[in-house]
């Protein structure tokens, strides 16, 4: 006899309650949700959208069906199949970002989990315009309202078409029904407004208590700072009209609805019975002098409503050869977002103050009033270190560029102590200090850590000269990676060298062949290679009158008839990738042994770039001996013969 499994646990949501996730045409988003469910044929879970250059719209499959379902009813009011689409892709759904939506789906109404097709951080759309394809898990609450909607399809349907935007008559009463419905599912949503110095968390029964306490009175969410989170989106929800037990003004505030309210007592009492039987944690705080309770959330450090921390942080130190791509990687494989990240250079100058915080004076008041203070400042490890403890969910990144340039130990500290981690990613060990403390805990003798959802990514150049150097104890606490310099990968790769026949991905080779087979007078050979991204697509193009003359006028904002400027503009242009990379070669590459690349008819600096800037085509490589010449161009064919 089978016996049912042990109940499933569940992590408790992020409440994301100090994000700012706003959805405008709350209403319009909604109703797109639900004609999605209806063209889901009631599956677990869909993929909606699909990427369109920066931009996401309706995937085929769906767009078909939408149409099955719809057109009998939309054509009649004299609307196209196009013009329906067109509708349908300027929704919400495609130009929000993912976290509003999860706000509104996930947290207010839950009918659904949203995410990312591919699993890309929940994050990835806060910056810039670019939208990712979404997925959709449905929640039993839309079987609920499935029940409505199936009650009178066609009325119902119209009910979402109008509110997707289409000029559309509805029944006033299903539409109320609909709304109501929404309301009933909304109410364990929980809101955060800023009231001074204090935050106040509450649901919306706080919100009828107190309409029906003050009946003529006016309740205010906006708060004394800008509104975050679900708040912002119970505006927007408020603001299209959608409890009809309430009325609402951005400017004026909250207020009973006229002529609601005995069915709003009898309801709020229906609500407070059933938040009474939720599992989630709250706190009930009698007030004693009306004998009367109400709800309000519990809001802690560890608290249930927040889902645990997430693991994985570590400390990843990349290094390679200048211009290989170290930090391009960290672009695109850990984060790019500003709002995630603190980024720092390291140099010898940088100190432990310059990174940890430091007292500094502050002036405060003005005029007579006016008085100097003296508080923390905190520096990039503090801030990061700050976001990451209060955003359990996401990932946090500090970088640092080029680590080996200042004293990394002393710049460090006693912060040193915390790269090591246990299996999650958290800090073996705490340390205090009571400045770092105050600003993220504000109690300054709590032991600071690094939190497993803190990473810290490092960036080394190996050829670095006459810089500071990592001791092993320093080293061991880090993922060591070496970024492999491959020339191939670099998008301007075959790219040609100005006016040349030789593309970038054939120079980078043979020089780098010749760099690592050359003598040992070239000191640490290996490490003085090109890297791949040593140069630019930009620093590669050449520049002439004929072709690029508008845009050299431009650039440099020439007039177009001074002539001598623009010539010397042009070979300034022109002269980038013999300054930059022929230089590197015979004054850092080759230093020791330059007769190894360049022809011996050369003695000075000058006149290699003389002959290479000023040279046509493929003369200009005349510059090198004859070795390298004929491997520069040397063709594809020969190589493949010799292989054979």
């Known amino acids: 006899m089978l016996r049912p499994d042990e109940i ?64 009998p009813i939309y054509e009649s009011y004299g609307v196209s199949d196009d013009e329906f689409i067109d509708k349908v892709n300027e929704n919400q759904m495609f130009k929000s970002q993912l976290e509003s939506l999860i706000v509104a ?198 608290n249930e409503l927040y889902s645990s921390r997430i693991s994985g942080g570590n400390n990843i130190l990349l290094y390679g050869v200048p211009g290989s791509g170290k930090s391009y990687k960290i672009e695109e494989e850990y984060c790019n977002d500003f709002n995630f990240m603190e980024r720092v250079v390291f140099h010898p100058d940088y100190m432990n103050t310059d990174f940890v915080g430091q007292i500094l004076p502050t002036v405060k008041g003005e005029g007579d009033e006016k008085e100097i203070t003296y508080d923390f400042t905190p520096g990039p490890f503090t801030r990061v270190l700050k976001k990451a403890i209060e955003n359990p969910r996401d990932p946090y990144y500090l970088v640092i560029e080029e680590i080996n340039r200042g004293n990394a130990p002393a710049i460090f500290g006693e912060i040193f102590q915390l790269l090591d981690r246990d299996a999650d990613g958290k800090s073996s ?3 205090t200090n009571y400045n770092i403390a105050n600003e993220v805990f504000d109690e300054k003798e709590k032991p600071i850590y690094l ?32 970024i492999e310099n491959d020339v191939s990968k670099a998008e301007h790769a075959s790219k040609s060298i100005l006016d040349t026949n030789v593309t970038w991905e054939r120079f980078n080779t043979v020089i780098n062949d010749q760099i690592i087979t050359s003598s040992a007078a070239t000191l640490s050979s290996e490490d003085k290679r090109l890297g791949a991204y040593f140069v630019t697509e930009e620093v590669l193009k050449f520049y002439s009158k004929e072709e690029n003359l508008d845009d050299v006028i431009q650039k440099y904002s020439i007039n177009d008839r001074d002539a001598d400027k623009i010539d010397k503009a042009i070979k300034d242009l022109n002269s980038r990738f013999g300054d930059k990379v022929i230089k590197y070669l015979w ?15 050369y003695k000075s600096l000058e006149k290699i770039l003389d002959t290479f800037n000023y040279s046509v085509s493929d003369e200009r490589f005349n510059v090198f001996n004859q070795d390298i010449k004929e491997n520069l161009f ?9 292989d054979e």
């Open 8 to 71: 499933k646990e569940y992590h408790n949501p992020d409440l994301k309650l100090g994000i700012k996730s706003s959805l405008p045409r709350v209403k319009s988003t909604l109703g797109l949700f639900f004609m999605l469910w209806k063209a889901s044929d009631k599956n677990c879970e869909i993929t909606y959208s699909q990427i369109d250059g920066d931009s996401t719209i309706l995937i085929e499959d769906l767009k078909s069906k939408l149409i099955d379902i719809f057109a």
């Open 105 to 302: 789906f996930e947290l207010i109404w839950r009918v659904g989990k949203i995410k990312f097709f591919d699993d890309r951080p929940a994050s990835s759309e806060r910056t810039g315009r670019k939208r990712y394809p979404k997925t959709i898990a449905f929640t039993k609450n839309m079987d609920i309202i499935d029940t409505i909607l199936m009650s009178n399809q066609i009325e119902y349907s119209k009910v979402l078409l109008a509110w997707i935007g289409l000029d559309i008559d509805v029944n006033s009463e299903n539409e109320s029904s609909l709304l109501k419905l929404l309301v009933h599912l909304s109410e364990e949503a929980v809101y955060k407004l800023v009231d001074e110095d204090k935050d106040v968390i509450f649901n919306m029964n706080s919100v009828y208590i107190k309409l029906l306490e003050n009946e003529n009175s006016i309740i205010d969410i906006n708060g004394s700072k800008e509104p975050k989170g679900s708040l912002r989106i119970l505006k927007s929800l408020l603001s299209d009209g959608m409890n009809p037990y309430i009325n609402y003004s951005n400017t004026r505030g909250l207020e009973l609805a006229d002529g609601m309210k005995e069915e709003l007592e009898l309801y709020q009492c229906r609500v407070d019975a059933s938040l009474s039987l939720l599992n989630t944690k709250y706190i009930v705080d009698q007030i004693d002098d009306k004998n009367e309770s109400t709800y309000t959330i519990e809001v802690s450090e560890e």
């Open 429 to 431: 060990y705490e340390i």
């Open 451 to 482: 939190p497993s959802n803190l990473h810290i990514l490092a960036t080394m150049n190996t050829a670095d000269q006459n810089v500071f150097t990592l001791d092993t104890a320093f080293q061991r606490r880090w993922d060591m990676k070496m």
């Open 587 to 601: 004054d850092d590459a080759f230093k020791f042994s330059r007769d190894e690349l360049f022809d011996v008819e």
């Open 634 to 642: 040397r063709t594809l064919d020969t190589e493949d013969s010799e």
